[in-house]
C-alpha cells in the first residue's frame, strides 16, 4: 500500500508541473482551448491529493467500526474524481461562452502550443504509470486518475490541433467553438468514472468472466461436497467477497467438511488475490439441484 501512495504524491507532482506549463501557454495565448486544458489539469492535481488521502485511510487495519476494513475509501475518491471532471467541464463551458461573445486574435500561439505539447507528453508517460501499478495494486483511485490522465492526453491532442487550425486559417470562433467541444467530451469521461465508481459502492458483481472462472474452480476443488448454490460474488476496493452455500453428505463429519472448505478456499484464493470467503455447509437435505454441481 506504501508503493500505491508514493504513486499518489508522484501524481501530485506531475499534476503541478503540467498545470504550470499548460497555465503558461494559456496566459501567453489567451485561447479558450488552451485554458480548457488548463482547467482539466486544475482537476487532475486535486483528483491526485483525493487519491492519496484516499489510500492513506484505504490502508488502516479493520477496526471496530470498520470490521471489513476501509477499502471503500478508494471508491468514494474515484467518485469524488469525477464529480470534479464533471464541475471542470462546466467551467470550460462558461470561460468557452464569454470567449465566443468576444473573440479575441492569439498571442504568442506557437510557444503556447509547443509549452502544452511537453505538458501532454509528461501527461501520456504519468497516465500509463498509472493504470499498469493501479491494476498491479488493485487500486481503484489509481486506475480512476490514471483513465482521467488518458482522457486529458486525448484532449490535450484535439486541443493542439484546435489551435494549429485557429492559427492557420485566422478564424477567431474555432477556439471557442474546440473549447466546447473539448468540455463535452470531459463530460462524458467524468459521468463514465462515475457511473464505473458508483457499482463499487453498490456492491457490484465482477465482470461475468471472473464469475464463470470462481465457478470453474469452485466446481473442481469440492470434490466430496454435493453442490454449491446461492453463490454471490462482490467487490469492494482490493478486497473481492465471496460467499455461497456448500451442501454435503448428511452423513459427513464436521472434519471432513471443513478440509473440503479449506480445498475451496486455497484454491480460490490462489487465483483472486484479495480474496475473503465465506462457506455455509449445509446437509444434502438441503440442495436446490442448481449453482455449480459437484456430483
Same mark, same amino acid.
Given at each position: 500500500?506504501?508503493?500505491?501512495?508514493?504513486?499518489?504524491?508522484?501524481?501530485?507532482?506531475?499534476? &503541478?508541473?503540467? /498545470? !504550470?506549463?499548460? +497555465?503558461? *501557454?494559456?496566459? #501567453?495565448?489567451?485561447?479558450?482551448?488552451?485554458?480548457?486544458? =488548463? @482547467?482539466?489539469?486544475?482537476?487532475?492535481?486535486?483528483?491526485?491529493?483525493?487519491?492519496?488521502?484516499?489510500?492513506?485511510?484505504?490502508?488502516?487495519?479493520?477496526?471496530?467500526?470498520?470490521?471489513?476494513?476501509?477499502?471503500?475509501?478508494?471508491?468514494?475518491?474515484?467518485?469524488?474524481?469525477?464529480?470534479?471532471?464533471?464541475?471542470?467541464?462546466?467551467?470550460?463551458?462558461?470561460?468557452?461562452?464569454?470567449?465566443?461573445?468576444?473573440?479575441?486574435?492569439?498571442?504568442?500561439?506557437?510557444?503556447?502550443?509547443?509549452?502544452?505539447? &511537453?505538458?501532454? /507528453? !509528461?501527461?501520456? +508517460?504519468? *497516465?500509463?504509470? #498509472?493504470?499498469?501499478?493501479?491494476?498491479?495494486?488493485?487500486? =481503484? @483511485?489509481?486506475?480512476?486518475?490514471?483513465?482521467?490522465?488518458?482522457?486529458?492526453?486525448?484532449?490535450?491532442?484535439?486541443?493542439?490541433?484546435?489551435?494549429?487550425?485557429?492559427?492557420?486559417?485566422?478564424?477567431?470562433?474555432?477556439?471557442?467553438?474546440?473549447?466546447?467541444?473539448?468540455?463535452?467530451?470531459?463530460?462524458?469521461?467524468?459521468?463514465?468514472?462515475?457511473?464505473?465508481?458508483?457499482?463499487?459502492?453498490?456492491?457490484?458483481?465482477?465482470?461475468?468472466?471472473?464469475?464463470?472462472?470462481?465457478?470453474?474452480?469452485?466446481?473442481?476443488?469440492?470434490?466430496?461436497?454435493?453442490?454449491?448454490?446461492?453463490?454471490?460474488?462482490?467487490?469492494?476496493?482490493?478486497?473481492?467477497?465471496?460467499?455461497?452455500?456448500?451442501?454435503?453428505?448428511?452423513?459427513?463429519?464436521?472434519?471432513?467438511?471443513?478440509?473440503?472448505?479449506?480445498?475451496?478456499?486455497?484454491?480460490?484464493?490462489?487465483?483472486?488475490?484479495?480474496?475473503?470467503?465465506?462457506?455455509?455447509?449445509?446437509?444434502?437435505?438441503?440442495?436446490?439441484?442448481?449453482?455449480?454441481?459437484?456430483?
Amino acid at each position: 500500500m506504501a508503493g500505491a501512495q508514493r504513486i499518489a504524491l508522484g501524481s501530485i507532482a506531475v499534476g &503541478l508541473g503540467v /498545470l !504550470a506549463l499548460k +497555465g503558461v *501557454a494559456w496566459r #501567453l495565448t489567451g485561447s479558450a482551448a488552451l485554458f480548457s486544458d =488548463a @482547467a482539466e489539469t486544475v482537476v487532475n492535481v486535486a483528483a491526485g491529493v483525493i487519491a492519496l488521502g484516499a489510500l492513506r485511510l484505504a490502508a488502516r487495519p479493520a477496526d471496530a467500526n470498520h470490521p471489513y476494513g476501509h477499502d471503500k475509501a478508494e471508491v468514494f475518491a474515484a467518485v469524488i474524481e469525477g464529480a470534479l471532471i464533471v464541475l471542470a467541464a462546466g467551467m470550460i463551458v462558461q470561460h468557452a461562452w464569454l470567449v465566443w461573445r468576444h473573440p479575441a486574435p492569439l498571442d504568442m500561439p506557437l510557444a503556447g502550443m509547443a509549452l502544452n505539447a &511537453l505538458a501532454t /507528453l !509528461a501527461n501520456a +508517460g504519468w *497516465a500509463l504509470v #498509472l493504470l499498469r501499478r493501479g491494476r498491479a495494486l488493485r487500486s =481503484a @483511485a489509481l486506475r480512476a486518475d490514471g483513465q482521467h490522465l488518458l482522457t486529458d492526453v486525448i484532449t490535450s491532442a484535439g486541443v493542439l490541433i484546435g489551435v494549429a487550425l485557429v492559427v492557420v486559417t485566422g478564424v477567431a470562433w474555432l477556439d471557442p467553438l474546440l473549447a466546447a467541444l473539448t468540455a463535452a467530451y470531459i463530460l462524458v469521461a467524468g459521468l463514465r468514472v462515475i457511473g464505473e465508481s458508483v457499482g463499487g459502492l453498490m456492491d457490484a458483481a465482477p465482470a461475468d468472466a471472473i464469475v464463470r472462472r470462481i465457478r470453474h474452480l469452485l466446481g473442481e476443488a469440492a470434490s466430496g461436497a454435493l453442490e454449491a448454490h446461492d453463490l454471490r460474488v462482490r467487490a469492494a476496493g482490493r478486497q473481492t467477497y465471496m460467499e455461497f452455500d456448500l451442501v454435503v453428505p448428511g452423513s459427513m463429519t464436521v472434519a471432513d467438511a471443513h478440509t473440503i472448505c479449506d480445498r475451496i478456499e486455497s484454491a480460490l484464493k490462489a487465483e483472486i488475490e484479495g480474496l475473503v470467503v465465506t462457506i455455509h455447509v449445509e446437509p444434502e437435505g438441503k440442495a436446490k439441484h442448481h449453482g455449480v454441481i459437484v456430483v
